[in-house]
């Protein structure tokens, strides 16, 4: 099929094999996939309906589902509609998992030219970075049912090497949450995600940072607990957490 290109890049990241994709498609609408996860069938399918049909838009997804050794479940969303079909704000919908995935979502081209290409100084959060620079300037085209799957293989946090100067900080939406209080509590839980994961690590000075940066009125209580823990203490908590997923019993902090 002439139609189809195929573009590589040499070991740069996935940042930038996306903006290079990007830079060179032709089409009217970018869908991103990553290796080793699935689209079902229909998924192109029912993302092309909706573009038809919510077509004041330019920003469009489906929902998810997350494969891991334990099993296959649906990705946690906030405030869905009860339509099929139904545009929505990012961050309203955003407060457990991030609407907008890498799986999931097709942008018309004019978005790559608004909001700019991925950060490829970033090599964890990247995703969610340029999600958020989205949602402060669309609203999405909701296809309100699963079309796609994730497999994620999650690393053990005590082990893990870990630098939070590769992490998106969020530090570039101060201005701009200010304004948009929805905005705020959504990516205040993502800082609360990465101070976690800051103080296990020993990185004390990013920690005080995000931690100074989150309204605790836009954290559950739990998470408020989590993070005045010590560090040895949520190692335990996530050690344990993972025996309890071997079991099929799925908790989370959200």
């Known amino acids: 099929d002439n139609r189809i290109r195929i573009f590589t890049t040499e070991n740069q990241g ?32 029912k993302l092309h309906e909706t ?11 489906t929902l998810l589902e997350v494969e891991t050794a334990n ?7 906030s405030n869905l509609p009860d339509t099929i079909m139904e545009e929505v704000d990012l961050f309203k919908t955003s407060m457990a998992h991030v609407l907008l995935s890498a799986y999931t979502t097709a942008i018309h081209k004019s978005v790559f030219t608004n909001v700019g290409p991925f950060n490829e100084a970033l090599s964890n959060g990247e995703d969610t970075e340029y999600w958020f620079r989205i949602g402060f300037n669309y609203k999405i085209g909701l296809y309100n049912r699963i079309t796609a799957r994730h497999t994620f293989v999650p ?11 590769n992490f998106c900080n969020f530090e570039r939406f ?17 800082r609360f995600s990465l101070a976690l994961q800051c103080k296990i690590h020993g990185d004390r000075t990013t920690f005080k940072r995000l931690a100074q940066q989150i309204d605790k009125s836009n954290l559950l209580p739990k998470q408020r607990f989590l993070l005045q823990l010590p560090a040895f203490f ?7 957490k993972n025996y309890l997923e071997k079991k099929n019993i799925r908790l989370g902090a959200f």
């Open 71 to 77: 099993g296959i479940y649906p990705a946690h969303y």
């Open 14 to 45: 996935v940042s930038t094999a996306r903006n290079v994709a990007m830079r060179h498609a032709s089409g009217m609408y970018f869908a991103f996939m990553d290796a080793d996860d699935y689209w079902y069938p229909q998924h192109l399918e």
């Open 174 to 190: 101060i201005e701009m949450e200010r304004e948009n209080p929805i905005a705020k509590k959504a990516i205040d839980i993502n």
């Open 155 to 165: 690393g053990s946090l005590s082990n893990r090497k870990f630098n939070s100067r």
């Open 51 to 61: 573009i038809l049909t919510l077509n004041h838009l330019s920003v469009f997804t």
């Open 234 to 240: 949520l190692i335990r908590l996530q050690q344990f």
